[in-house]
């Protein structure tokens, strides 16, 4: 079956870095857009990039400039890469796959991973 393993979390803070590093297994990894969504306590899971098997992007408003996604598809991995980072980084960071095209609807992907949580303090 699928699984995707999320990795990378931790605490920093303000203004640091972190790269968080997904691990898809069961599936054709190249064949798959993955997205990299994120969970903050109390509110709904939020759309943070994904990248097209050919390394096409999309970002959130809220991302662009500071995070970048990347991917292996030799090893099935995909990569998100933050930096300066802010207190409202503060969440659990999943990773999600589907086929096609880059949505930015997180019910568009399937979520295998239990997530990784990243705390950024000021």
């Known amino acids: 079956q699928v699984q995707l393993v999320e990795s990378g979390g931790g605490l920093v803070q303000a203004g640091g870095s972190l790269r968080l590093s997904c691990t898809a297994s069961g599936l054709t990894f190249s064949n798959y857009v993955m997205g990299w969504f994120r969970q903050a306590p109390g509110k709904e899971r939020e759309f943070v990039a994904a990248i097209i098997p050919s390394g096409g992007t999309d970002y959130a408003d809220s991302a662009k400039g500071r995070f970048t996604i990347s991917r292996d598809n030799a090893k099935n991995m995909v990569y998100l890469q933050m930096n300066s980072l802010k207190p409202g980084d503060t969440a659990v960071y999943y990773c999600?796959?589907?086929?096609?095209?880059?949505?930015?609807?997180?019910?568009?992907?399937?979520?295998w991973g239990q997530g990784t949580q990243v705390a950024v303090s000021s």
């Open positions: 999600g796959e589907r086929i096609r095209w880059i949505d930015r609807r997180d019910k568009r992907y399937n979520f």
